[in-house]
């Protein structure tokens, strides 16, 4: 049962400001309070990445846990998530007067994605990374029995716990500091989400991004980004 800890962020105290209402407009991916994230953005980083990557396609949206390692293009979903995020942690940051602890190059991200350096999405990916670990350190979260319950099957989808293994029994395993690490990050970015009024377009709810994955980039632990349903329709393009 393996898990690799992408980030390593716990809590911090977010100013939250008063939420707005339902925001829907044309050509807007996401809102981060009145920062918009277009629709002609996300197709900007993605055409970039087709014009130095020719022969791969994007990965579905939803179906990002099937796409293979090596070089592939994001989903689009995961182009609107690391811009979301990216926007929340710049913002928290400048309030609070965080400065990163580490510095994530691009060439690290393209390395590991199998994308090239120079392009807008291994930029922005560094950037986020390194945005994230200035954030303050916080005490870890234990998991929930719901939570526990949600790690097991995704780690089996993942194939890293073997299907007959049961939740009392990965749990040992699991349950540990990288995995309570992880909860106390989604919660502090959950926090600054919501401070931030973030809203996300329909067409790419519900909107996640990765704390904690197992091999094979399957998410183990997420951040929720925007409204969790997809109770409407915007045609976006």
């Known amino acids: 049962m393996r898990a690799r800890r992408l980030l390593a962020v716990a809590s911090v105290a977010v100013g939250l400001v008063a939420l707005s209402g339902c925001r829907a407009e044309p050509g807007v991916a996401a809102y981060v309070g009145d920062h918009r994230i277009t629709e002609d953005a996300v197709t900007g980083v993605l055409d970039e990445l087709k014009g130095q990557l020719p022969s791969q396609e994007p990965t579905p949206t939803g179906q990002e846990s099937a796409a293979p390692a090596g070089s592939r293009l994001p989903a689009r979903s995961q182009v609107v998530s690391t811009l979301v995020l990216l926007k929340v942690c710049q913002q928290v940051s400048t309030e609070k007067n965080y400065r990163p602890q580490g510095q994530v190059q691009a060439e690290q991200v393209a390395q590991q ?23 303050p350190a916080g005490q870890p979260v234990a998991p929930t029995e719901e939570e526990l319950a949600a790690l097991v099957a995704a780690g089996k989808q993942a194939g890293a716990i073997p299907p007959e293994v049961t939740v009392e029994q990965a749990a040992g395993q699991l349950d540990g500091d990288q995995l309570r690490s992880a909860l106390a990050t989604r919660n502090t970015l959950a926090e600054a989400v919501t401070g931030y009024d973030v809203t996300v377009n329909p067409r790419y709810r519900p909107l996640e991004f990765p704390v904690l994955s197992f091999t094979g980039e399957v998410p183990a632990v997420s951040v929720p980004l925007g409204e969790s349903g997809n109770d409407s329709v915007i045609d976006a393009r």
């Not at 090239?116 to 954030?135: F, H, K």
């Open 113 to 135: 994605f199998g994308l090239p350096a120079d392009a807008a999405y291994s930029q922005r990916v560094a950037e986020l990374y390194t945005c994230l670990s200035g954030v």
